[in-house]
């Protein structure tokens, strides 16, 4: 072989290279690389558990994961400005016992949706006020937030008799969440067109107008973005509202999927939440990530869930195993996230 095709085949390498690092490591977008591990995820659970492809699983996975997959536009907001909330899980826990209280108090369905969601919006607002006027750290006071939505609900549905049951029969109530756009059929659950809609809405407040640009600007810089102008007190505040309210709704989904709402639901949802986040490459930093990547990260949750269900079914594999899974992929996303923030900052500065 000639020295001219030894260097054109080393040149054609090392361009290779810089394609795929192009799109796995500098790239704005996570998606790409989440695809293809989507698609690893399929096929090894294909191959490891009998019926995984099968079309009645795929609806399982579907059904299952609206709930996460609401909550986590609104922490997509709330990344994306730098922030954190880690409330969430415990406000869908109080709304979920008051979705109930509304429902004996003969609220029908749209009611009792909005009165939900103006529960999300008091939590959200609580957040923001404290976070942007008192300036307590986004860490500390969502926790305090989640610790006071966590204990009211457990405080009414354990002391209020009427709240004991914890049971919603509204038939109208419950097709929020149960109804198929084809019910004899039962292909399209309503929920898959709820997450549809909603993150295709989002997407576009956050590309094309100019709020969604000023949430971008202030998580990059927020002291530059105050020097042009932008109120990024406002921005913060409407952030946390928005993922209030994005935790209330999920909460009405929630109930309405089990006709049953508790005290412990949603507990530790926030950890999953930030996990399909960050993993759908929206940086901890702030300032960079879509809900693109957001969308495929909460299905690869959904199909890890579901297919560790199946490997207990088929070889045993205990119960807490999925929660150790989840942890690895948390520390795993906040990994990458971190990796790839240094692997830009170090290209910067080698170009300059």
């Not at 690389?33 to 690893?40: E, P, Y």
């Not at 090894?44 to 997959?69: D, M």
């Not at 500390?140 to 029969?169: H, N």
Request: aromatic share 10%; net charge positive; glycine share 10%.
């Amino acid at each position: 072989m000639s020295d001219t095709t030894v260097s054109a085949v080393r040149e054609e390498r090392v361009t290779f290279r810089s394609r795929l690092a192009e799109i796995f490591i500098y790239g704005k977008s996570m998606v790409p690389a989440l695809g293809v591990l989507f698609i690893i995820l399929v096929v090894l659970f294909s191959v490891a558990t009998p019926n995984f492809l099968a079309y009645t699983n795929f609806k399982a996975i579907i059904s299952n994961i609206p709930v996460i997959a609401i909550m986590s536009v609104g922490m997509t907001f709330v990344l994306l400005i730098g922030g954190l909330d880690i409330s969430v899980g415990s406000v869908l826990g109080f709304t979920a016992v008051v979705v109930v209280m509304f429902h004996l108090w003969g609220l029908n369905a749209p009611l009792l949706v909005l009165c939900s969601a103006a529960i999300g919006a008091f939590f959200g607002t609580f957040n923001g006020l404290i976070i942007t006027k008192v300036g307590i750290n986004p860490v500390i006071t969502t926790l305090g937030t989640m610790a006071l939505a966590r204990g009211m609900a457990s405080w009414f549905s354990l002391d209020l008799e009427i709240l004991k049951e914890g049971r919603v029969y509204d038939q109208n109530f419950l097709n929020i969440a149960r109804y198929y756009i084809t019910p004899q059929k039962q292909i399209i659950p309503i929920t898959l067109i709820y997450i549809i809609v909603l993150y295709v809405l989002i997407s576009v407040i956050l590309k094309y107008t100019k709020y969604g640009r000023n949430v971008y600007a202030v998580g990059s810089n927020e002291y530059a973005a105050r020097l042009a102008g932008i109120n990024t007190t406002r921005i913060k505040f409407l952030s946390y509202v928005i993922s209030g309210i994005m935790a209330s709704l999920a909460g009405v989904i929630l109930v309405a999927q089990l006709s049953l709402g508790r005290d412990d639901a949603g507990m530790g949802s926030e950890l999953e939440v930030i996990t399909a986040v960050v993993l759908g490459g929206v940086s901890l930093a702030g300032g960079k990530g879509d809900l693109l990547g957001v969308i495929i990260s909460v299905l690869i949750l959904g199909v890890i869930r579901n297919g560790m269900v199946h490997l207990q079914e088929t070889i045993g594999i205990s119960y807490y195993w999925r929660e150790v899974v989840k942890g690895a992929i948390l520390i795993l996303a906040i990994s990458i996230d971190a990796a790839r923030l240094m692997a830009i900052k170090k290209r910067q500065i080698v170009r300059q």
